[in-house]
């Protein structure tokens, strides 16, 4: 049994930033986080959900082509929290963001968080 709370997701102008945080808790140790991968996903309205970002135990990661170079995602050990810091956001940014954790050869999912960029 594992719980996310995610925060970060808003509404902001085209060019702006936001900082979207995924913390873990539940049944998860501080052990088992260290050893899980952690990603971001999103899904926009119409499309199938999509890789953002992830991060592997031992901290490499990888971006989706669309998103290189704007967003980081991060990890926090100390805290079960990842985060992804989404800089020069664009509209086609928008959608539900969703934080991922991968661990012993199982899958959980957050309940997403909405970001909205205008133009």
């Known amino acids: 049994q594992v719980q996310f709370v995610e925060s970060g997701g808003g509404l902001v102008q085209a060019g702006g930033s936001l900082r979207l945080s995924c913390a873990t808790s539940?049944?998860?140790?501080?052990?088992?986080?260290?050893?899980?991968?952690m990603g971001w996903y999103r899904q926009a309205p119409g499309k199938q959900r999509e890789l953002v970002a992830t991060?592997?135990?031992?901290?490499?990661?990888n971006y989706a082509d669309s998103v290189k170079g704007r967003f980081t995602i991060s990890r926090d050990n100390a805290n079960n929290t990842v985060h992804l810091q989404m800089n020069s956001l664009k509209p086609e940014d928008t959608a539900v963001y969703y934080c991922?954790?991968?661990?012993?050869?199982?899958?959980?999912w957050g309940q997403g968080t909405q970001v909205t960029v205008s133009s």
């Open positions: 991922n954790l991968e661990v012993l050869r199982r899958t959980f």
């Open positions: 991060i592997t135990r031992s901290g490499s990661t």
């Open positions: 539940g049944t998860i140790s501080s052990i088992a986080f260290s050893i899980a991968a």
